[in-house]
């Protein structure tokens, strides 16, 4: 059966399930007619089977084409053959025939083994996504659960990443003060699939991407190479776990101090099959690494820009930048950010959607700093997340970033240089950002 949607065009090939919604203008099926042979047929994508990020459960799936037509319009991979491992395709899928590569089972395996000493470390989308799995309202922002749950799990560590975010704002503050002064344009490195993205179609701005490694990678490092010797435990018998919004995120850490990438929908999963009653959980707190809501805000579109711009203004100034020094504005395709720093105006430009990347690369000359994320809205809707109706993707988008911005009020925990446990890595383990250690284990070479 061959069906297209009437209000944008779009062809599905194959059965039409009850609750279908088109993956381009989200319109119900009730908007789609039974259509000729002779319409394109559009095939579905190659997902390889050593594919670290993304699977096809092949039983389920009904050939309609969705997973490709996403991948071409929605992320704008064009060739078959390429994959930036974004899991976009597992959120339109209809029938949810593709799913992220299961890693949970691993990790189970840690846990249950005594011998090892596992530890999670937990991405700021994750805590405003997983409630979707429990009834609860989107964007709910649920960090003591979740924080409660993974240690009900047997997690022996429960720390959070937005300590590594911190981190990543301290470290790319420093590189962004040095290429300002060289007049160079920077882009944002903690989105794996943008980066593979400018991989595969743009290496000539590889150079202009930060040489930071992602908050995970920042977190992971300083665990192995620093909190390991602190607390006297054997190296060997770590097992670093990042759980997160992001498929892409499987990939990156390959061959990295962190040693398994589990997703939202993946903790998911294991609450349920570890038999614990979400809801009824008490809230508990992350153990000693976490960090302040700078860190907190990276899962959303825009937070890494504040963040970095917060530290750069206290760099240049030694004062907090405020709220009222930042102008935002909305274009078309991208958000602009402004702070006047002494008698500069440092521009930056936000944009999430690898055709919208395409677009801003025309004018990137305008900018100071470009944050670039794959996933519309950023990490909040990463392709880990767990599934949610398409057409009601931009309130629960909205929702999510409400979720993480509105923990970004205190001004005594917003700022990554005040937070103590940064503070002190730099005074006993770092030095100072940029300095040689930090560059040997916080930078990719
Ligand atoms: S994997 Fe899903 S989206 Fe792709 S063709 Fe099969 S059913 Fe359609
Ligand atoms: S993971 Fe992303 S890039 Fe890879 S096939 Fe799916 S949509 Fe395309």
Known sequence: MIYKCQKCGFIHEGEMPDGYYCPLCHSNFSFFQLTQKEEKVYNRKTISLDNPSIYRIDEKCINCGVCSKTCEKIVNVKCDGDCIKCGQCILTCPVGALTPKYDYNKVMDYINDPEYIVIAMTSPAVRVGIGDAFGYDPGEFLEGKMVAALKKIGFNYV??????????????????????????????????????????????IIKNISSCKSPIGMEASIIRNYY??????????????????????????????????????ELALMIKENDIDFKSLDDEKFDSINGSSSGTIYGASGGVTLSVLRVLYNLYTNRDLTSDEVSIVKKDFYKEIKVKINKNIIKCAVVSTMANLEKILEIKDNFNFIEVMNCMGGCINGGGQVLMPQNEKEAITKKRTKGLFNDDVNPYIKYPYKNPIIKNLYEDFLDKPGSKKALEILHNK
């Not at 040095?178 to 743009?202: D, G, I, T």
Request: charge should be negative; aromatic fraction near 8%.
């Open 159 to 204: 720390f959070d990443t937005t300590f590594g975010a911190d981190l990543t704002s301290m470290e790319e503050a420093y590189e962004l003060k040095e290429r300002l002064e060289k007049n160079e344009v920077m882009f944002s490195s903690c989105c794996p699939s943008w980066v593979s993205y400018a991989h595969l179609y743009h290496p000539e």
């Open 228 to 265: 390991v010797k602190e607390d006297n435990l054997d190296e060997n018998k770590i097992i670093i776990v990042a759980v997160t919004p992001c498929t892409s995120k499987k990939q990156e850490i390959i061959n990295t101090d962190c040693d398994i990438c589990m997703t939202t929908s």
